[in-house]
């Protein structure tokens, strides 16, 4: 049975020491559970007994395609009407706490964790939480980029458990990636995939890509390499990757260490320029 970690409650204590594992570079930054307290969330407009923990947004020097959000819903807290604010963007939501309901064009979806649904840009949904206990989720935001011949992906609502995990190859197991969606799809333009290390499993070599990465820590702790650095990261914790920047990991606890991957894929970088488009 899959377990699915989340922001920390609270404050610490007073007695507590700050040094802490948080760090922001020029290449990667390493949020840790215990700095996601309670004051550092945001209430969203249009959005009622609801809060986030903004984890990733496009900003200099940061996040340059995505935004992520640790989305809390309170009992009887969702959307007010139409979930996402902008008609361009399409979103990802896995839950990991609580059973949400998802109306998404007219429909209803009862969610539980592990709950992964698409939403292609310009779609229209919204989310309730009917319980009388929270429900917590991730909420990836990426605008759709349009290529000739290329059409919208449909929209889809799924759960983790539907999903054999993927070995790498000459692993046996011990790397293994949960897709979504097919990598060869050129209608996604984002992927939002589930990679699990079995204990002792790793990166066997420094990946050094175009694609950014978001990833959430879900369960188990390794020693990730950022850049230049070994960094230990665990259940909880989240990590941003600019694009090239190396990244390899240990899977280095008692039990599986899994995360939540955003990559930007399937497009041309576009040239930047006086003739090029805005």
């Known amino acids: 049975m899959s377990t699915y970690a989340g922001p ?3 404050l610490p204590p007073q007695t507590q020491i700050h040094t802490g594992r948080a ?24 959005w009622d007994k609801a809060h986030a923990w903004i984890i990733a947004r496009p900003m200099s020097g940061f996040s340059e395609t995505f935004t992520q959000y640790i989305l809390t819903l309170d009992p009887e807290g969702g959307s007010q ?20 309901v998802l109306t998404l064009e007219g429909e209803e979806h009862a969610l539980a964790p592990g709950g992964y649904a698409y939403l292609p840009a310009g779609s229209r949904w919204s989310l309730k939480n009917p319980q009388t206990t929270p429900a917590t989720l991730h909420w990836v935001r990426k605008i759709w980029e349009p290529a000739p011949g290329i059409e919208k992906p449909p929209a889809f609502v799924t759960n983790e458990q539907h999903h054999a995990p993927a070995s790498m190859p000459g692993t046996k ?15 996604h333009d984002m992927h939002v995939n589930i990679v699990t290390f079995q204990p002792g499993g790793l990166i066997p070599f420094e990946e050094t890509h175009v694609m950014e990465h978001g ?23 989240f990590m941003w990757l600019r694009a090239y920047c190396p990244q390899a990991c240990y899977a280095g606890g008692p039990g599986p260490f899994r995360y939540l991957l955003y990559k930007d894929v399937n497009r041309h970088p576009r040239l930047r320029g006086p003739w090029s488009r805005p």
């Open 8 to 10: 920390a409650d609270g």
């Open 23 to 46: 760090v922001f570079t020029e290449a990667y930054a390493v949020i840790p559970r215990g700095v996601m307290r309670d004051i550092v969330t945001s209430y969203l407009p249009g």
């Open 81 to 100: 009407g139409q979930g996402e604010p902008e008609a361009e963007v399409q979103g990802v939501l896995f839950v990991t706490e609580g059973r949400p």
């Open 173 to 187: 197991g011990d790397w293994a990636t949960t897709r979504f969606v097919d990598p060869r799809d050129l209608r």
């Open 215 to 237: 990833l959430y820590v879900l369960e188990g702790k390794a020693v990730y390499k950022l850049n230049r650095d070994w960094v230990e990261v665990e259940a909880g914790d």
